[in-house]
């Protein structure tokens, strides 16, 4: 059964720092990863989505990285706002017939101090 | 397209009570999922279907807990009889096959 989990469970960080938020999971075998944000009582916006034959995705000040034969992928981001403060969520889909729903982490909980 | 949506956006209810859920998924979407997410446990995949037809029902929890695609643009989840532990954020999200996969903003259910 595909684990997916996510370090730190929390990060706290001043305004401007650069971060990086860590995803993996247990089998190697995705047809892709997607990471989302949620904010406080809302459901989920996806931020960038990594096909399995792709090594990275950027937007804006974001940066995905996806590494496969190890299961690891990054979250990249680049001079955090207060705005970014929410909970960031990895999730996988398995490759192969049927496996179609995304498995998740339980997600970083991410606080910029201003 | 207004994305998925979710109806109701909370609901109370008391144990023994039957609860239903619903979604409008994205237009042209094959895919529609519904998972539950709480604290304790995160997001679980509930069941999902694809081309209106229930593909894994795996992480249903309970014979009470049953779900329906009548047509490509709803979908119920039903709870008979409701209890406590079912307390959580419902979810409903659209996608097509190896591209993203689009949430509403969830249903919060309270059980008492």
């Known amino acids: 059964k595909q684990e997916v989990t996510q370090i730190p469970a929390a990060l706290s960080v001043p305004e401007g720092e650069n971060l990086v938020l860590n995803c993996s999971f247990t089998?190697?075998?995705?047809?892709?990863l997607q990471w989302f944000r949620q904010d406080p009582g809302k459901g989920l916006t996806s931020l960038l989505l990594i096909q399995s034959s792709q090594r990275e995705q950027t937007s804006g000040r974001l940066n995905a990285s996806l590494d496969k034969s190890s299961g690891r992928s990054t979250l990249y981001i680049a001079a955090s706002q207060p705005g970014d403060s929410a909970t960031y969520l990895c999730a996988v889909i398995l490759s192969g017939g049927g496996a179609d729903g995304l498995t998740f982490g339980k997600g970083t909980h991410l606080i910029i101090q201003p | 397209d207004a994305g998925v949506i979710q109806s109701p956006r909370h609901e109370v209810t008391e144990m023994g009570q039957e609860v239903t859920l619903r979604c409008k998924p994205i237009?042209?979407?094959?895919?529609l999922f519904w998972y539950r997410q709480t604290m304790m446990r995160g997001l679980e995949l509930l069941i999902y279907?694809?081309?209106?037809?229930?593909?894994?029902d795996s992480g249903m929890p309970e014979d009470r807990f049953s779900a329906k695609m009548p047509n490509a643009s709803f979908s119920t989840l039903k709870i008979q009889p409701s209890e406590p532990r079912d307390s959580a954020v419902y979810f409903c999200?659209?996608?097509?096959?190896?591209?993203?996969?689009?949430f509403g903003q969830g249903t919060r259910l309270t059980v008492v």
């Open positions: 089998d190697s075998a995705i047809y892709n």
């Open positions: 237009s042209g979407h094959d895919y």
């Open positions: 999200a659209a996608g097509r096959r190896g591209t993203e996969a689009f």
């Open positions: 279907f694809n081309n209106n037809v229930p593909i894994d």
